[in-house]
């Protein structure tokens, strides 16, 4: 892994990067620390998965590690950028369009899981991985779609976010969905990205990958178990924090106030 | 009484390796058990005798959280090492695609209502019930079967394995000392699940060199009058519809094959020791010591059931 | 109150059969189906409990003969399907029929006459399941009936299509079951009683509910595909004609292990009311206990293939599924926590209940950690398919149902009949018990780690077998007994038992706050509700639960019942096609296939015209729904008109391709192009037939005018449904004649 092919540091993600932070500081100052650290998380995470070994092999060698860029891009990075929205500045924004839009949890949950699908057809899929046009597209169609996606539910604008028991339902189905697109990568026997199964050898590693015993196959297993079991356990955490949302009012702080007088021995 | 629990008397690497998480796994839950059941009774005990009412507690979110931490550490670590095992317990070939390497399996298993063939692929040999290995070494086992879903398992050798039609599954098998080591089939397979054993038997490299000697070495010609005659019913019957006997005539694979059947030390997947009278009382009526096994009653008689033992006894 | 209650348990009693049979055959009543319910369950125990007395017989002494092989595995089998469908089934679904509209202040369950009938559907699958018995041949290819084993070459008596067709139609009766329970929690609930305050057992067995409509239809897409193989000669599970051995097992446990938490989810919610009343404190973290319910559902989705270790799935797969079933423990651990936090501090009165509670929690720890040792595969690849694993799912399940359930028994029967059971039997029922069952399954794990192999009728006399399997065989005796003095417990306290008052334990629910037994309409008036435990609030005023820990007001809006039903139905239906499809996925990407495919045999634009039929069907319905709005009939009447003659186009449209398709000489068992294409093409046939009937219903009933304002909803919920078979078409369209995937 330290091997310095393994690593892309001259990507030009690096400036994406920086648009991104300039834009954000230019934009929604003055600074909060909680929601600095989730943009800077998701800058972070941009720029990794694309100069380090996962965005070395996702380019034409591991299925698997092109998973993983894709839900990095679909899933983490858009909720961490919205979580790193001023709620106040949106509440003063008239609603435009696209928000009103965005609005309407039936496009969010379709364009989520509909980027999951779509890029995983055959054809589209090695065309992405083949050609870099594509694969741009590819990329900046995963982060607007992750974005419409977790908007009904982490939508800076209060009155947009859906009710905690819906936005249960949205993620549970959610979660369906992408349960059965990786069951049908994890078990089909036909190649769902044909461009990784005779990777071009540039830097020489195959004959590796193969002796770690990531041949093609192993690695479409393991690229649907990614996409199925990770975005799942994403989806329930938000689940349960959603229903700690509902339940909110209660429990912890009312228990503490002052009661009958306990006996010795009855705290935990 | 010298009871013994093969699953904790390994005698392979990878049984051991098993064992020793076992083992870890069994302290830590012992560990939880203890733990969990102590608080219940002390609970209990206090709780019995505290007769006011007790303070109205709903709850701590800290508390929930903190509980949590030990189970998912735990879970954790139990995931971790388990993972590294599965990784170096995997048999499947490698193979580098597009070239695909045959798979290099020494010896195939394959199950059968309600017994077990196995081919040692070198030598070409086919025999039924029983496994030779030479000890020390691993052996890649190609796993098949004929008809429905077994499981292949030697307790003490290490994970058992299915053996599923349409689907070659492959396992490790090794034995760090000589000796006879019981198999079982572990997956429902019918009627007679219950007599589908076998027997691996790990040799030293003298004694493997003598029996890949006797296996190799062509049947005498009967010269036995009963024999004879038990050889003469045996191609006139049905038997070699079903059997295979090398250098003979008779080369069917539906049954067992019986090429060395007097060397077994057990007929019928382990239903009877192999001693003439058994021979006599299987061949006289299977059915009546296997219900519902394949080989049906030929209703033979007395006399033929000699002569046809008498045969098979001589194909040693 | 409490004579009142006394003599109308005695009227129940007294009074002959004959005349009290009748109206609780014809009963709509949510109690009295609930206690069908509980009969039917303990009818079927005595039964499989008789299985498994025999099958411990056989197996008590090594090489035994007491039963022929055939016999032994038609008992298991037997044993194993009567425990699971015809007695854990009807015991949880008895007890929140029983239960649930008390807890929430209703007056009955949603739809009380689809309440009678998914019981006497359920009644009507055992009948039929047990009728094998009489054609000669019990099922037996084990509950789990794996394929190849249970396909026509392997099983060829009828015994087999008994179990399909006995577990379709239970499955049917448990789905219906469920979407009523669902709606009657989400729809009746009282004023006041928002979905934070219903008593943990509601919110459980709402969550348990969810589990059974998400996991049959998993079982009956299986159970269609392997009928077909067996009766039309299909070849779905054939591998020498190109099937697939291991799907059936992917199918079934998809079913499989989310029902093990049908099973332990009811026992969780009996628990958590019983363990706070005897401790007399509320439950300790009711939102993690209701919360790690949530992630238990959610998580046992995604688990099955840890019943598959020994398969060889690959090492990918097997360290996922390790570690999804490693997770799945996390939120099981809280809920222990949660019930132990509870106790601790309380004033605890051990009372049978009680102590059948912490029975269950103890032998419950006990089943989960072995179950821990089992998501470690290589300890899996040891263990499983040995009697240790016997052991462990007995500890998790006998302690969920039974002992779970005893608590149950003596915490609500009061409530059930207005008598007190006597403590003194209860206790020494409880050690009975406690003795018999730990005496049997206990010693079944030393004789898994002997190697002993499960489902074995027999076995060689090898050092250690006999005795252990001896200990295990007479522990049975006491379970024996125990279950006997519970019987003799019920029948003398129905005569003799103390009178219970309505709230003979100082419980917190609702259902203590009206008669014991309740009367029909179940509440006079109900009190306040302002917390979660109402009764406690009535009881300490000055310690009244809303004013330490508030929990979010009711906001009084419902969802409407027929549509709830609708979506419901709709969520169960979708996933039973999502499983026929990829059935059809799976058999059509394999690139060696014989004979005709999709794209030799099936005409395209055929199609396609007649799913515009079919599509512009769901336009005029919409157009059918408008009018009634609007209150003209003659709109709704001619748009409905037009729907239905639309919907019969598109089935003409499918039998014109199907009689293409036979007279090319494709039928259903040519190859697996042809099963996938006709299984999933003629369900979804079905589904528009059934559309076309409910629409054509609506029809007559707009023709005589007794089309009110009160069928909008009903019409709403045909809609739902109407809208998503043609979804289902859209998909079906798109990857069997478009080739999309």
Known sequence: ?268 | MDISFPVFQPESPEAQAIFDLFVAVLWISAGIFIIVTGLIVIALIRGRVRVDLPKQDFGSHRREILWMVGPIIIVLWIGVISMKLILTMNAYPKVHPPHDAPADAELIVIGHQWWWEVRYNHSGRVGANEIHIPVGKKIRVEVQSADVIHSFWVPQLGRKIDAIPGRNNFIWLEASRPGEYQGRCAEFCGNQHAWMNFTVYAHDPKEYAQWQHDENVTLASVTESAAEAGEKLFFSQTCVNCHTIDGTAATMTIGPNLTHIARRKEIGGGVLQNSPDNLRRWLKNPQAIKPGCKMPNFNLSDEQVQQLAAYLESLD | MTTQAIESTAALETTLPRERLLPWVASVDHKQIGIMYMLLSVIFLIIGGLEATLIRIQLAIPNNTFLSPEMFNQLFTMHGTTMVFLVGMPLVTGFANYLIPLMIGAKDVAFPRLNAMSFWILAFGGVLLYFSFLTGSAPNAGWFSYAPLSTKPYSSLLGVDYWIIGLAVMGVGSIAGAINLITTILCLRAPGMSLQRVPLYVWIMLMQSLLVVLAIPPLNSALALLYIDRSLGAAFFEPARGGNAVLWQHFFWLFGHPEVYVFALPSFAVISEVIPVFSRKPIYGYAFVAGSSVAIVLLSYGVWAHHMFAVGLGPAAEIFFAAMTLLIAIPTGIKIFNWTATMWGGSIRLTTAMLFAIAFLIQFVIGGLTGVMFASVPVDWQLTDTYFVVAHFHYVLISCIVFAFFAAVYYWFPKMTGRMLSERLGKLQFWLWLIGFNGTFFVQHLLGLMGMPRRVYTYADLPGWGLLNAVSSASVVFMIAGTLVLLWNIIRSLQHGSPAGNNPWNAYTLEWATTSPPPPENFSSLPEIKSRRPLWDLDNPELADWKFSSTPEDTLSRPTKAKTFAWLFVVSEAIFFVLLLASYVIFNSQTDQQGPTATTALNVPRTAAFTVFLLASSATFWLAEQGLRAGSRIRFLTSLGVTIILGVIFLAGQAIEYKGLLANNITIDRNLFASTFFTVTSFHALHVFGGLVALSIFWIFGQQKILTPRWHAPVQAVGIYWHFVDVVWIVVFSIIYLGVL
């Open chain 1, 1 to 268: 892994m330290l091997r310095a092919e393994l690593w892309n540091l001259n990507s030009p993600v690096w400036i994406v990067a920086a648009v991104m932070m300039i834009n954000y500081m230019l934009l929604f100052r003055p600074i909060n620390v909680k929601r600095m650290l989730a943009i800077l998380s998701a800058i972070a995470l941009i720029v990794l998965v694309f100069i380090s070994p996962v965005g070395v092999l996702a380019d034409g060698y591991l299925f698997s590690a092109h998973m993983v860029q894709h839900l990095v891009l679909l899933l983490l990075v858009p909720l961490l950028i919205l979580i790193s929205l001023p709620s106040e500045r949106f509440q003063r924004l008239r609603t435009s369009g696209i928000l009103r839009g965005n609005a309407t949890p039936i496009i969010g949950w379709i364009c989520g899981i509909g980027a999951m699908w779509l890029w995983h057809i055959p054809s589209l899929c090695s065309a992405a991985t083949e050609s870099t046009g594509i694969g741009l597209l590819r990329d900046a169609s995963l982060v607007a779609a992750g974005l419409a996606f977790w908007w009904p539910v982490f939508s800076p604008r209060q009155e947009q976010r859906l009710d905690p028991l819906a936005g249960i339902v949205y993620l549970f189905s959610a979660c369906l969905g992408c349960t059965l697109l990786g069951v049908y990568i994890t078990f089909t026997t036909i190649s769902v990205c044909p461009a990784f199964t005779n990777p071009t050898d540039r830097i020489n590693i195959v004959g590796h990958l193969y002796d770690l015993g990531l041949t093609p196959t192993v690695d479409q297993h393991l690229g649907g178990l990614l996409m199925w079991v990770p975005p799942c356990m994403l989806y329930l955490s938000v689940i349960l924090f959603l229903l700690s949302r509902w339940y909110s009012t209660m429990d912890d702080r009312l228990s503490l106030l002052p009661q009958r007088p306990v006996q010795a021995g009855s705290q935990l």
